[in-house]
């Protein structure tokens, strides 16, 4: 077994122009792509979110509480003095009061400008390109709210969100919004069910909950880049372990290695192994490099590091059982340059799918999914979450499906491997 893996890396190891390639063309584009985008996915500390919100606001707070108790006596049939009661209690809930207090609160005023105009000079502005998003708080809405939380029904009036296009500043200023309407309708819902009619309503606060039990760290372009080139060129190092076999069948190495009497499998074997090591290595190469020139890994525990040598040892060894399915195959086809190209077509489009050539959010939610099913796209995702939050938990699931993809592999390299006089 010793001589076969020695043969795979010599091959590889007096291939000076690929070895080169492998090595030092991620490491380039590392540098070069972290410096033309710089700024962008958090890289640039200093910039921070500003969000222009406009709100339009066509409620009457004046009329919201006597129409509230027009409803309650009109459609819930309460008699006058239950209807007062509940109007009363709820003089101090009014929707619209708590939604601008929470806009108006420290945290959310960081990165959420509000401007509260008419609807007309809102639309010019957010067609103008001035304003990110467009509330809408229709007339009726605070009754309709109110009149909801005490009967239990749905409420007839909602909030509209307007966006001239949609941006990741818009999807923020969404969920921000929708945040706040969930809690609010969630302490209007604990109200109604649990509490006496002339409890106080525990109003939502505004801005954001800090969890101390989790620790996180932000993901940088660079370790992007890093993570995505160094994933995308071991899945290379499948391919080209294939091609060097292209170059042994001929050479007539495979059928030298037949007549000595050893056992063909053994071959397969020490293509797996090679592959895993070059994958490994090149990897590691990779993070090491902008660790020490770039430092993409800033201030990271012992901890953080074996993690990530556990998750690039995974990722080689789903390398290694791609590569078995490719030497087999060159084993079996009579055109080696045509299952060559095929090879790597299959490499490009793992890289597509895993997010190796842009970020997997710009794609289909369909795509994504597939996407996380590919070695590299998997472990993308396994050692962004790592980079993260060092969560243990969150790789152990993962690690199993990169297991399960070797094993798989190499069952299927064993199954197309060529039995004695088969090979092409």
């Known amino acids: 077994m010793r001589s076969f893996i020695k043969k795979d890396l010599l091959i590889f190891w007096r291939d000076r122009k690929e070895l080169m390639t492998v090595l030092l063309l991620p ?57 007062a009661a509940l109007v009363e209690q709820a003089s101090h809930a009014d929707p619209v009061q708590m939604l601008f207090d929470f806009l108006d609160s420290e945290d959310v005023t960081e990165i959420v400008t509000v401007h509260q105009l008419e609807e007309d000079e809102t ?17 009726g809405f605070a009754a309709d709210s109110l009149y909801a939380a005490f009967t239990g029904e749905s409420p007839a009036t909602s909030l509209v969100f307007k966006m001239e296009n949609e941006t990741m500043n818009t999807s923020a200023l969404f969920q921000i919004i929708n945040g ?64 060097k076999t292209g170059e042994e069948i001929r ?30 290595f090149q990897m590691m190469f990779v993070f090491m490099f902008s660790q020490a020139v770039l430092d993409a890994f800033p201030d990271r525990s012992i901890t953080f590091w074996l993690g990530t040598i556990g998750i690039v040892t995974l990722l080689s060894l789903s390398i290694a059982g791609l ?15 045509a299952a060559n190209g095929i090879f790597f077509l299959v490499i490009i489009l793992f ?18 999914q597939i996407g996380e099913w590919t070695p590299n796209g998997r472990a993308l995702v396994m050692l962004t979450e790592w980079i993260q939050f060092e969560e243990l938990s969150s790789i152990i699931m993962p690690s199993m499906l ?23």
């Open 27 to 83: 490491i380039v584009l590392v540098v070069v792509l972290n410096f033309a985008f710089s700024g962008l996915l958090g890289n640039d500390e200093e910039s921070g979110m500003d969000l222009q919100l406009a709100v339009v606001n066509q409620d009457d707070e004046t009329e919201a509480m006597a129409d509230l108790q027009e409803k309650l006596t009109r459609e819930a049939s309460l008699g006058e003095s239950e209807a």
């Open 123 to 139: 639309i010019e502005k957010a067609q103008a390109g001035e304003m990110d998003g467009i509330l809408v708080i229709p007339n």
């Open 180 to 243: 706040f309407m969930e809690q609010m309708n969630f302490q209007f819902a604990l109200q109604a069910a649990g509490s006496e009619p002339d409890a106080e309503v525990m109003l939502p606060e505004g801005g954001f909950e800090e969890v101390e039990a989790v620790e996180s760290h932000s993901f940088s372009l660079t370790q992007y880049f890093t993570v995505a080139m160094g994933a995308l060129f071991s899945l290379f190092i499948a391919a080209t372990v294939a091609t």
């Open 251 to 280: 050479q007539q190495v495979f059928n030298r290695i037949l007549l000595t009497n050893s056992h063909s499998v053994l071959f397969l074997i020490g293509k797996v192994v090679s592959t895993f090591f070059l994958a490994w």
């Open 323 to 337: 590569g078995a399915v490719f030497t087999a195959i060159s084993l079996r086809v009579t055109n080696i340059d």
């Open 351 to 368: 890289g597509v799918i895993g997010g190796n050539f842009v970020p997997v959010y710009v794609m289909p939610d369909w795509l994504q």
């Open 402 to 424: 990169l297991i399960g993809f070797f094993l798989l592999c190499i069952v299927i390299g064993l199954i197309l491997f060529p039995k004695r006089g088969k090979a092409s």
